[in-house]
């Protein structure tokens, strides 16, 4: 179901529920974890060696992003979408991305530069490069933004937008 990245490996985020929300919003971008699927509280906590407290803490998140959708005794259920919320979210994106982009740009130094450099040598590596790398380019584009609302909001529509690609 997900995928076995233990909690100490690469770059850990501050708290175990941030852990555990990168690790199952990576899931359902990636397709491991597909819309209307149940999630069940106790089996993913076993999974990821962590207490369901993180756990449920992170799955809040991601139904507050959208994501996921809480369900009575303790699971939850990866979201599903319909075409009429891929067009809002599309036109709504149309509207935001190009503002975030101008601040972000406009904002930029040479570190900035040099990570959406990196970020677009990752995804030119490939043919048809791996969905991750798409939304670690686009992020990094995004990055700079000076608005943190702006930034939370394009992410967000990003992340969604994501998952309907995953059921398209």
């Known amino acids: 179901m997900l995928s076995s990245e233990k909690i100490g490996s690469g770059k850990q985020p501050l708290t175990l529920t941030e852990w555990a929300e990168q690790r199952i919003r990576s899931s359902i971008m990636e397709g491991e974890l597909r819309p209307s699927e149940t999630l069940v509280i106790s089996n993913l906590a076993e999974q990821m060696?962590?207490?369901?407290?993180?756990?449920?803490?992170?799955?809040?998140?991601?139904?507050a992003e959208g994501l996921?959708?809480?369900?009575?005794?303790?699971?939850?259920?990866?979201?599903?979408?319909?075409?009429?919320?891929?067009?809002?979210?599309?036109?709504?994106?149309?509207?935001?991305?190009?503002?975030?982009?101008?601040?972000?740009?406009?904002?930029?130094?040479?570190?900035?530069?040099?990570?959406?450099?990196?970020?677009?040598?990752?995804?030119e590596t490939e043919p048809i490069a791996a969905p991750h790398l798409h939304t670690t380019f686009h992020r990094t584009l995004l990055s700079n933004c000076d608005s943190l609302w702006l930034l939370r909001l394009a992410t967000s529509l990003s992340d969604r937008s994501a998952l309907i690609v995953q059921v398209g």
């Open 49 to 63: 060696g962590i207490s369901a407290t993180p756990l449920r803490e992170a799955l809040r998140k991601l139904a």
């Open 68 to 123: 996921v959708d809480l369900q009575s005794h303790g699971s939850a259920r990866v979201s599903e979408v319909s075409l009429q919320e891929a067009n809002e979210i599309y036109e709504l994106r149309l509207i935001l991305e190009p503002i975030a982009l101008e601040r972000s740009v406009t904002a930029g130094d040479e570190d900035y530069r040099e990570r959406v450099s990196a970020a677009w040598r990752m995804l």
